[in-house]
Every structure is written in C-alpha cells, then in structure tokens.
C-alpha cells in the first residue's frame, strides 16, 4: 500500500544511546518532516525536507539530526538519547504545491528512554 | 503569541450534539486551512480542507475560516461516538520552503 512507513513501531533506549528512526514514503513527495507529539504540546515541527539533500530546522531541533539523500527516504537520527526525547515520533510527507493539503502521516514510532 | 492557538480541551458531549471546535493564527500568510484527526494511537488523517475564507461542508463536519479575525472552526453534527478522537488545526501556506505548523489538538469524547 502506497503511503509513509515508520520503523521501529516502539523502541525503548537507554540514556546516552543513538538509534535511528526510519522513515520511507513511495509516494514521491518532494516535502517530508518529523514531527514529536507529546501530551498538552500538541505536534511539535524538529526538522524538515523540501526535497532530496536540502533539510531545515523546525520548532524543537536540539538533539536530532537529518539527511535526505533521496526522495523516498528521511531518517532521523538520536545523538545521545536523553529522557527528555521519550515521545510519539511522527514522519509525514506532502506535495509542495498543495500547501498543507496533501500532507500524509506515518503510524509512529513510540520511544522511550530510561 | 504562538502561530497557532487552540484549545486542547478535553471535551465531552453526548451522542446526538453539535460540536465546535476552535483555532487562532497569528500568520496573516495562510491560505489554506486544514482539520486533521487522529484516533488513539494512530497517526493524524487529513478530514477537511479549505482554502481562504469561507464555509466548506461534508456530511455532518463544517469547516469555517474567518480571515480577517484569523478564526477558523471546525463544526460536527449529530456527534457520534467514532467522532471520538483528537482534532487538530493546520494553517498553511504557498510559501517554499516551509513545513505544516499544528495546533496542541483538542481531545473530543463523544458518549453514547
């Protein structure tokens, strides 16, 4: 099914690890961005992709880092994972011309840290 | 102020009832105007769409946008329990190069 794929589902890490969240999208979006929501923040932008090798910072940055080496794929990597990163992670994937419109949603990775 | 302002509520009303839900933007900018909603554990779903001001319908969800006082309501008829779900606004634009802003949500109970 065409759509946005988030891997892992749930993780749960341990305070100082990395990881990397995967996510793909088959649908040939030009625009992709993460997004943590948490309770009473709503979603909360930390980076996003206009398209392949171009990223920007969102609202919530610190602590996570980007690449887009093609138009399917916008991982987002944990440097040093701290208690403060425990949140729902959200992958979505639009089309520039239709503004918000054609935004699409991964299922989300929960993550926990200890 | 914050770009998007929204009440997360929650909120809980009886089968039967009419609900609304509300945003403020501070972004003069936006031109489209976006509800999502997201079930319990899932991630959010595009449920209406409008661009610039006016009213837009379908079936028992209305969405109002009020440019000039940057208002924009999300209205729900004859509420049922699968309404039962968090509501999200997003206010976008044509501009390149920027991503979808959201409101914090609010969270809908809808009893039998």
């Known amino acids: 099914n065409a759509g946005v794929t988030q891997t892992p589902k749930f993780q749960v890490l341990k305070t100082g690890q990395s990881m990397t969240l995967q996510c793909a999208q088959d649908?040939?979006?030009?625009?992709m961005s993460w997004y943590r929501q948490d309770p009473g923040m709503g979603l909360r932008l930390i980076h996003y992709s206009v398209g392949a090798g171009i990223t920007d910072q969102g609202e919530v940055p610190n602590g996570y880092n980007v690449s887009r080496s093609t138009t399917e794929d916008f991982p987002l990597r944990l440097l040093s994972a701290a208690p403060s990163q425990t949140s729902v992670y959200f992958c979505?994937?639009?089309?520039?011309?239709?503004?918000?419109?054609?935004?699409?949603f991964g299922s989300g990775t929960r993550l926990t840290v200890v | 102020q914050k770009e998007v302002e929204q009440d997360p509520g929650p909120l809980s009303v009886p089968e039967g009832a009419i609900v609304s839900l509300n945003c403020t933007y501070s972004?003069?900018?936006?031109?489209?105007f976006m509800w999502y909603r997201q079930y319990s554990r899932k991630g959010p779903e595009l449920l209406m769409y409008t661009y610039s001001s006016g009213n837009k319908e379908d079936g028992r969800f209305t969405a109002q946008v009020d440019k000039s006082s940057k208002y924009i309501s999300l209205f729900i008829r004859d509420s049922q329990p699968s309404d039962s779900a968090t509501y999200l606004c997003a206010p976008g634009s044509n501009q390149a190069g920027t991503a979808l802003i959201f409101g914090k949500g609010t969270t809908l109970s809808v009893s039998s």
């Open positions: 649908m040939n979006h030009e625009y």
């Open positions: 979505a994937s639009s089309y520039h011309d239709r503004g918000g419109y054609g935004y699409t």
């Open positions: 972004n003069s900018a936006f031109q489209y």
